[in-house]
């Protein structure tokens, strides 16, 4: 049977007529085409009119648009093709229309090539959706000024055309036989803008997700090293309490030594005074006499600390007669340093007046109690009637400091002792 399709032996192309062969030729150069029967089809969409050529193409249109349903008119516009020029009409006077210009493979070379008229409003759509003019006019040519749709589905399947931003042209009587194509409406046109809207919208939509995901794994991440970090000083804390629990017990241990040592040596004493032969002196530790050589060396304290410790070791020392006084003194000190600690910005708590009778009973006459104050920051001023702490030295890991070492004074039955 005689072809019913133009095939491009260059690059497979399927056309459906003589002049679509020539167009083809002129965008692409391709010269070999030859008759085949295979028909081109003409499916056309029911719910939009989108004409499509093949079945790959109404796949395609499917999955962008949603659109299943296609009326195949392929038959009706199925007809042989010829290859052979056609002939020029013959007048009845029997002169030819070609008339002088010559013959019809050369005047059809010379014809003159113009832009094609494509819908201006559908042109001027594409032109605010940022599509070139050039593109835009070469959509709307190829889509047969379809719909706006057609034309941007023709962009989207030829954007990688080397040619595809180049103005396309056609003859002049190519330009003059098409016939005017329809345009949207404008609620169509308000439709289609609505669902190009939509579809940046949720565009964005996801790029807000993603950026948010993306923050709360920062967020995660920054938690975890604040956890971390928590962890680590509440480990050193503790290692720090532990090492102050072992001074302590330390230091209870010399102190029940030096009472043992003290009840032997009464106990000597009342046995000579009664004429009694003395005990067989047990062997005696070594470790004792080294402490204390150790502890009469003369050791400065090294921390504040240690020196605060100090203070009250020897306000202790220096009134052991009178248990109630000392422990008196110690509550007063501890006061002035939580009133301090809790209240900072109040200059009634960092000013003390030493004249003042209570004061003085309680700790300005006893030995160590200014010197663990002055140790706090507080100094003498307006020659030496008030003790002033200024905001500026309010250090609270001191004030916390010495809250401890009053503590232990206070609670610990051995402190002191040696």
């Known amino acids: 049977m005689a072809g019913v399709s133009l095939q491009c032996g260059d690059c497979g192309a399927l056309l459906k007529s003589v002049e679509e062969a020539q ?25 939009c009119g989108k004409p499509c050529r093949s079945k790959t193409e109404s ?5 962008r648009t949603g659109h299943s349903e296609f009326q195949d008119k392929t038959a009706e516009s199925l007809k042989p093709i010829s290859l052979e020029a056609p002939k020029p009409k013959i007048d009845d006077d029997g002169d030819d229309q070609m008339g002088e210009a010559g013959d019809g493979s050369s005047s059809g070379q010379q014809e003159e ?3 094609p008229e494509v819908d201006q409003n559908l042109l001027t759509e594409l032109e605010a959706m940022g599509f070139p003019k050039a593109r835009a006019t070469r959509a709307l040519h190829y889509s047969g000024n379809a719909s706006l749709e057609a034309a941007v589905n023709w962009v989207v399947e030829h954007e990688s055309d080397p040619d595809v931003d180049e103005m396309p042209l056609v003859p002049v009587s190519s330009k003059k036989a098409e016939p005017p194509k329809p345009s949207l409406t404008p609620e169509e046109i308000k439709m289609k803008q609505q669902e190009l809207r939509e579809r940046a919208r949720k565009k964005k939509e996801e790029e807000e997700k993603q950026k948010e995901r993306e ?7 920054i938690g975890k090293e604040l956890l971390e970090a928590k962890r680590i000083e509440e480990e050193n804390e503790r290692k720090r309490l532990i090492a102050l629990r072992k001074a302590e017990k330390e230091e209870e241990r010399r102190a029940r030594e030096k009472i043992r040592q003290k009840l032997e040596e009464d106990k000597a004493e009342r046995r000579r005074k009664l004429g009694l032969p003395p005990e067989d002196p047990a062997p005696k530790p070594s470790e004792p006499v080294v402490e204390e050589k150790k502890s009469s060396l003369p050791v400065r304290p090294a921390t504040k600390a240690e020196q605060m410790r100090e203070c009250l070791r020897t306000l202790k020392q220096s009134h052991k007669d009178d248990e109630a006084k000392v422990k008196t003194a110690f509550n007063t000190l501890l006061t002035f340093a939580k009133n301090v600690a809790t209240n900072p910005n109040e200059e009634k708590f960092r000013k003390i007046r030493l004249s003042n009778p209570a004061i003085q009973e309680r ?18 001023i307006e020659g030496g009637e008030f003790l002033y702490l200024p905001s500026d030295k309010v250090d609270m890991a001191v004030l916390h400091s010495a809250g401890t070492e009053l503590n232990s004074a206070i609670n610990n039955p051995f402190f002191g002792v040696l």
Request: charged share 35%; hydrophobic share 35%.
């Open 363 to 380: 700790v300005g006459k006893l030995k160590g109690g200014v010197e663990f104050l002055e140790l706090l920051g507080f100094e003498k």
């Open 215 to 221: 923050r709360e794994k920062e967020r995660i991440r």
């Open 23 to 47: 167009e083809h030729a002129e965008l692409t150069k391709h010269t070999n085409f030859s008759e085949s029967t295979e028909p081109i089809l003409n499916l056309v969409c029911t719910t």
């Open 59 to 63: 796949d395609l249109h499917t999955k």
């Open 113 to 115: 090539m113009v832009v």
